[in-house]
């Protein structure tokens, strides 16, 4: 009896240690910004769209499992009076790090023309010094519809696992295929 206790301990601290490794990393998920590359300015539904689809990506990011989300609500001030996320020089990594994040998530949609959109996400992992990286998916058609299956799509077959996941927190039909 005394044998299983001693052993009850080292294994349950075992076993802590790698559920503790087992959580998805905590995820900054700023909102989706625009970069009109258009000969026409942004429209007032290109501006209205955005936190809708962000929303949309957040949701997607939560239900995959891949992140562990932190409301950037204490930032979003900031970060609307501030430059672009695109440009600001590491704006978004320390507003993310401020916010307890392990991982810097922005959002860009290129407007190139009202047929020809694309839905760009950049992922920092600011536990390392590895580059961010980028995934996109290109949109036809400057609509709801359109935008919100573009987000599904890059978040089910663009988007990897997040480093530090678990392996069970990744669909299983996510197309995995190049």
């Known amino acids: 009896m005394r044998a299983l206790a001693r052993l009850a301990v080292p294994l349950s601290a075992l076993l802590g240690a790698t559920a503790a490794q087992a959580e998805p990393p905590r995820a900054a998920v700023f909102d989706f ?7 026409q300015g942004p429209t007032d539904e290109d501006v209205a769209r955005l936190g809708p689809i962000s929303d949309l990506l957040r949701a997607q990011l939560k239900d995959s499992g891949r992140y562990r989300l932190v409301s950037t609500d204490p930032v979003k001030e900031e970060v609307a009076k501030g430059a672009d996320l695109r440009k600001c020089g590491g704006c978004a990594e320390d507003y993310a790090r401020r916010l307890g994040a392990d991982v810097a998530i922005t959002g860009e949609i290129q407007k190139v023309s009202n047929l020809i959109l694309n839905i760009n996400v950049y992922v920092k992992d600011l536990r390392s010094d590895a580059p961010e990286k980028a995934y996109s998916v290109d949109i036809r058609g400057n609509n709801d519809l359109s935008f919100q299956h573009g ?9 990897p696992p997040a480093e530090g996941a678990a392996p069970g927190n990744v669909d299983p039909k996510r197309d995995t295929k190049g």
């Not at 910004?33 to 258009?38: F, R, S």
């Not at 987000?151 to 988007?159: D, E, I, T």
């Open 33 to 39: 910004q625009l970069a009109n590359l258009g000969a």
């Open 151 to 159: 987000v599904k799509y890059l978040v089910k077959n663009n988007l």
